[in-house]
């Protein structure tokens, strides 16, 4: 039986991206490790091809295709019944790890009992340049559970996770979006440690499409039905879950294109207020925070944005 589970999704990326991210998958100084590679784009030819010239190249690769494109929750999912580690990694197919990310934790996880980890990372473009680092992560289980009730800044693909602790609480949730942040909370409501390494042992692709005007909107509407149900005295199963979220972002308008991207541009207006207002430029930041703040929906977002930052700012003033 392998230390690790590697769950890692394709799809749609490109042969240098997944060649890059498989190749620091099979450099890594732990090499005691299955990689379940999932397909979720099955007519995608070209990509199969190349995975399963993976899989020829090196044993522990095993690719699983799935039959029609299931989502990344489904396919993780997949992954992890397929599993035979007591530890799962996960990983992104267009991501690089760096070759001592697995030694490293595991070493930690080991030493602390923590039951999930999250590393920092520098973030790359679609060229594979580095381009920025992500901001400061709260390393302890108290620092977090502090923290992620507000929001999350843990970095999914790049966290290792107890698989036990995984399948007993019924893996990922087929959700609209923010599947990690849910795994996130249901960990805490059940009590389980979430600790994280700022070593920067990964460098995370920043993809141009990565998020539509729409997705915006639709990310901050599951963000706050997740926060509500997290200060339920019980979370939701998985049924009540996905009925409440489809009828809240009906409620909220979630599919109303046009309210979305008033939503989305009137969030980035206001945080180019922000900033305007930091270069004193304040008649400029006024005419664009003002009508930002009109609308009932960003102002909720930025009680919520606020909220974070004010509890990530005193955990980072105690580090």
Do not use: C
């Amino acid at each position: 039986m392998p230390k690790i589970s590697v769950l890692m999704a394709a799809y749609n990326e490109t042969d240098e991206q997944v060649n890059a991210a498989l190749a620091s998958i099979v450099a890594q100084t732990e090499t005691d490790f299955e990689l379940l590679l999932v397909l979720d784009n099955p007519t995608n030819e070209p990509l199969k091809a190349l995975l399963t010239d993976w899989q020829a190249r090196d044993e522990r690769i095993k690719l699983l295709i799935n039959p029609t494109n299931l989502g990344l929750a489904a396919s993780l999912n997949k992954g992890l019944a397929a599993a035979t580690a007591p530890y799962i990694a996960r990983m992104d197919a267009d991501d690089i790890a760096k070759p001592e990310r697995f030694a490293t934790q595991l070493t930690l996880m080991d030493a602390h009992d923590f039951d999930a980890l999250s590393t920092n990372a520098q973030f790359i473009d679609e060229a594979g340049q580095v381009v920025g680092e992500h901001n400061w992560i709260p390393e302890t289980p108290e620092g977090l559970a502090q923290l992620l009730p507000y929001g999350s800044n843990l970095i999914h693909p790049s966290m290792m996770l107890k698989r036990s602790v995984m399948t007993d609480l019924g893996g990922y949730r087929a959700l609209p979006t923010a599947e990690d942040y849910d795994l996130w909370l249901r960990f805490l409501k059940t009590g389980h440690q979430i600790g994280a390494t700022n070593q920067q042992l990964m460098q995370y692709r920043l993809r141009g499409n990565s998020m539509t005007q729409g997705d915006r909107f639709k990310v901050f509407l599951v963000t706050q039905y997740l926060q509500a149900a997290y200060r339920r005295d019980q979370y939701p199963d998985a049924d009540t879950e996905a009925t409440e979220i489809q009828a809240y972002l009906k409620a909220h308008g979630a599919m109303d294109k046009q309210k979305a991207d008033r939503f989305s541009q009137r969030v980035i207006n206001l945080s180019a207020g922000k900033k305007a207002l930091q270069q004193k430029h304040v008649f400029k930041a006024i005419g664009l925070v003002m009508p930002a703040l009109l609308d009932k929906d960003v102002r909720a977002y930025a009680q919520q944005s606020r909220q974070f930052n004010a509890v990530y700012a005193e955990l980072r003033r105690r580090q």
